[in-house]
């Protein structure tokens, strides 16, 4: 173990659970030495770097299409629909709007896909009526990755921002099926994802015009202390304790509290008291050995795999998980 990789406290790994964590990818091993370890900056933004040039960021990148691109297509592979693929479970992840993602939150610094923002602009359009990328769709979810992407890549996304608040429903929150008409309840799954991707926006952008929004979409899962339906206080569903990585879009209490975390310490809020239950939750979910297990893979083709199977201890989510109870616990 590295002399400055030290446990802190009660939610602090053991020494072997942490070199375990450490020997993994650069775009792991940073967020590792920074939140969990205690790494001093010049530690963790030397391994930062390497996500452009080695391990996972490396092979993305290299899958890059010349015109700016990934795969021939917005958010699905040209030539998907029609083919036998489309008829396979779930949907390939490899598509622009997804490999954007994945080296967004992996940590590449945005110099690293210069002159992407121009090419996507020239060159990309939405699966959905032809619309041109940086103006995003009618999908929340979509239009959320796109708002963070752009704001990090510096592509104009004003307009796009200006959707969510208009699109935000009565109760609150957010639905990937409302603009089809098909429900006018919030989802936890496009919720998350929407305040997610205003949180980064205004992170990176400094435009603070949809805080209000995004507060508000916070509190319909506050109110539904981030696991149950808020009329009858069962639970909403059971991916609410399913954690996976890449989770995609897909709604876990992990997922949700690692947005909440990230909202404390930018905003400097403490920690509500309704998320209690989701981080018990968490807290359960823990191995004996200091580890949280793989819950599930979402179906559909990859570039590579980037984490366990099923049913593995995972990395990535104990990651997630000691630095969530970490952030709590101090708090508390």
């Known amino acids: 173990m590295n002399d400055w990789a030290k446990s802190r406290d009660d939610a602090a790994p053991s020494a072997a659970v942490l070199d375990w964590m450490l020997d993994t990818d650069p775009a792991l091993r940073w967020q590792v030495e920074r939140d969990i370890a205690g790494a001093p900056p010049e530690i963790w933004q030397a391994t930062r770097s390497r996500v452009a040039i080695e391990g996972f960021g490396a092979r993305l990148l290299a899958e890059q299409d010349t015109d700016g691109q990934w795969a021939g297509g917005a958010y699905f592979p040209a030539g998907f629909f029609g083919s036998a693929e489309a008829d396979e479970p779930g949907q390939p992840w490899t598509a ?8 967004r939150e992996w940590g590449l610094d945005a110099d690293g896909l210069a002159g992407t923002a121009a090419k996507l602009e020239a060159n990309s359009r939405w699966e959905y009526d032809d619309l041109p990328y940086w103006g995003g769709e009618v999908d929340v979810c979509i239009n959320a990755f796109t708002l963070a992407t752009g704001a990090w890549l510096g592509a104009d996304v004003s307009q796009l921002a200006a959707w969510f608040p208009a699109h935000r429903l009565a109760d609150g929150g957010w639905n990937c099926e409302a603009e089809e008409g098909n429900s006018t309840r919030s989802s936890f799954h496009s919720t998350l994802n929407a305040i997610r991707g205003m949180l980064h926006y205004e992170k990176i952008s400094g435009d603070e015009s949809l805080r209000d929004a995004r507060h508000g979409g916070e509190e319909y899962l506050l109110k539904r202390r981030l696991l149950s339906r808020e009329s009858t206080g069962e639970p909403v569903g059971d991916f609410v304790e ?36 989701a981080v018990d939750l ?29 049913g593995e201890p995972s990395p990535w989510l104990t990651m997630m998980g000691i630095r969530v109870l970490d952030w709590w616990d101090r708090a508390s």
């Open 96 to 103: 622009t709007t997804w490999s954007l993602k994945d080296l």
């Open 242 to 277: 399913q954690f996976t990585y890449p989770n995609r879009y897909q709604y876990s209490a992990l997922a949700a509290l690692e947005h909440f975390r990230e909202v404390s310490l930018y905003e400097g809020r403490s920690p509500d008291p309704r998320l209690a239950d």
């Open 282 to 310: 968490v807290r359960t979910q823990r191995q004996p050995d200091g580890t949280w297990l793989q819950g599930g893979r979402m179906p559909g083709r990859a570039w590579f795999d980037i984490d366990v199977p099923v």
